[in-house]
């Protein structure tokens, strides 16, 4: 099994920052991409970004587009997720997926093999 731990999570201001962070253990040998993703009290989880683990080449959601940063280091077997210009509709309890299908944009939660237990993002106005 893997095992996905996120963390850097908390409040913060609009127009601040948080890096989030993703930790991968259990020994995956079949990780091709890798995302984020959020849920919002009353709404649905949506796709935030995706990073090809082997080539680096990220994804992003039209609304995260320009503010946020996917990134990952291999050797950690770790994914980031800088936010940056927050703003109150990105509250949120923020998710990575893990999928074992190589997904060059948006990720299906159908194709996330493992997600994380997720972290929860406040920003205040």
């Known amino acids: 099994q893997v095992q996905l731990v996120e963390s850097g999570g908390g409040p913060v201001q609009a127009g601040g920052s948080l890096r989030l962070s993703c930790a991968a253990s259990?020994?995956?040998?079949?990780?091709?991409?890798m995302g984020w993703f959020r849920q919002a009290p009353g709404k649905e989880r949506e796709w935030v970004a995706t990073?090809?683990?082997?080539?680096?080449?990220?994804a992003y959601s039209d609304s995260v587009k320009d503010r946020f940063t996917i990134s990952r280091v291999s050797a950690k077997k770790t994914v980031y997720l800088q936010m940056n210009a927050l703003k109150p509709e990105d509250t949120a309890l923020y998710y990575c997926?893990?999928?074992?299908?190589?997904?060059?944009?948006?990720?299906?939660?159908?194709?996330?093999?493992?997600w994380g237990q997720g972290t929860q993002v406040t920003v205040s106005s």
């Open positions: 997926g893990l999928s074992t299908k190589l997904i060059a944009d948006r990720i299906p939660d159908s194709s996330v093999n493992y």
């Open positions: 259990g020994g995956t040998m079949s990780t091709y991409t």
């Open positions: 990073i090809r683990w082997i080539s680096g080449i990220p």
